[in-house]
């Protein structure tokens, strides 16, 4: 037994930004965002809130699945950005669609939280415990980042991505692994804020996320291709017959050390990161739900999710898509 994806949804926040409007922030250029990172814009928040995007997400995903949300049993969100300690996302993501026969709770494990928060809902399937799950990734990086540190605030974008996923017999997911490493903890570090970004106004209290971009470049590059490696062979899944490589969109050039690391195409590792930016626990469901409306997903295609980040923290899910 396990669990498929049987509906796929996502929310941005309506403003748009370019690599230029970064550029008249802080020393740098298009060129080389474009270069060092595949970044060309992403979405910031001017109001939108990890609950309410991971709300949108949420919704779309029901209606792709064609469920209601009172049929929700399990309702997971996965972030490291909420806007209140309490009430949780989840529950005010409960609220406001509706899903009130759901248990609804939050998990953090930073980029990698969506693939925890995935293997959590396969772990309570799996138990018998619930039949059912809609899990969401969603963030609203901007209020963490220093929007005059360069090194970070070219990096992240907001939005969320959502799934809604039911119990199967055959097919699903096939194998997962995830790995924390606390000692490492310090290389990315934030404090919780309020909703705050330069296109909604400044705070000038310094404490924003702080990152030391090179060590997760290499932590990634080295670890994620091990973790994959690592899930196929738990799923009883050879390279070759993986169709897609989903990846935390952290950086074009990490998921080309990566497939250069497995000797696999780069045609095999599709990318958004142009246009969203680094949107941490948002990123693969948001990738996953536009290649889903694109129709590049068929039937009986093997996917492998891989995603890293603040822990440190990574994880490789193998699935089988519906
Ligand atoms: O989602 C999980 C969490 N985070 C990540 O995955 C981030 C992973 N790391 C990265 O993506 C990259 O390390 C960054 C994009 C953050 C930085 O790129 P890099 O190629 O590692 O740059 P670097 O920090 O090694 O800096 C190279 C040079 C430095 O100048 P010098 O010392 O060589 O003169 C920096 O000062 O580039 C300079 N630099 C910049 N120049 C223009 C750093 N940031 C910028 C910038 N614009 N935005």
Not at 37 to 43: L, N, P, S
Request: net charge negative.
């Amino acid at each position: 037994m396990s669990i498929r994806i049987l509906g796929t949804g996502s929310a941005l926040p309506s403003r748009a930004v370019t690599n230029e409007e970064i550029a008249e922030l802080v020393e740098t250029s298009d060129e080389w965002i474009r270069e060092r990172t595949g970044i060309a814009g992403r979405h910031v928040s001017t109001g939108e809130t990890v609950a309410s995007l991971a709300a949108g997400a949420c919704d779309m995903a029901l209606r792709n699945a064609r469920k209601s949300a009172d049929e929700v049993e399990l309702l997971l969100v996965a972030t490291c950005s909420p806007e209140d300690v309490a009430p949780c996302a989840a529950c005010q993501v409960q609220k406001e669609i509706g899903a009130g026969n759901a248990v609804a709770f939050d998990l953090n494990a930073a980029c990698a939280g969506f693939l925890f928060a995935l293997h959590t809902a396969w772990a309570y399937v799996e138990s018998g415990i619930y039949r059912n799950a809609l899990v969401a990734g969603s963030e609203v990086l901007s209020k963490l980042v220093d929007w005059k540190d360069r090194g970070t605030c070219i990096l992240f974008g907001d939005g969320a991505g959502a799934v809604f996923v039911e119990k199967c017999e055959e097919g699903g997911i096939l194998g997962f692994v995830q790995h924390s490493d606390g000692k490492k903890g310090g290389v990315l570090t934030g404090v919780g804020r309020p909703l705050d970004n330069h296109w909604f106004h400044l705070n000038p209290d310094g404490n924003y996320l702080n990152m030391d971009g090179r060590e997760i470049f290499s932590f990634a590059v080295r670890q994620i291709p091990k973790t994959i490696e690592e899930a196929l062979e738990k799923a009883g899944i050879a390279l070759g017959d993986v169709d897609l490589f989903l990846l935390h969109q952290a950086n074009r050039r990490i998921i080309e050390g990566i497939s250069k690391r497995l000797g696999v195409d780069m045609a095999r590792f599709p990318m958004n990161l142009e246009r969203m930016g680094n949107t941490s626990s948002a990123s693969i469901p948001l990738l996953l739900d536009e290649l889903n409306r694109k129709g590049e997903l068929r039937s009986g295609m093997r996917l492998v999710l891989s995603g890293f980040g603040a822990g440190l923290t990574c994880g490789a899910c193998v699935l089988e898509w519906k």
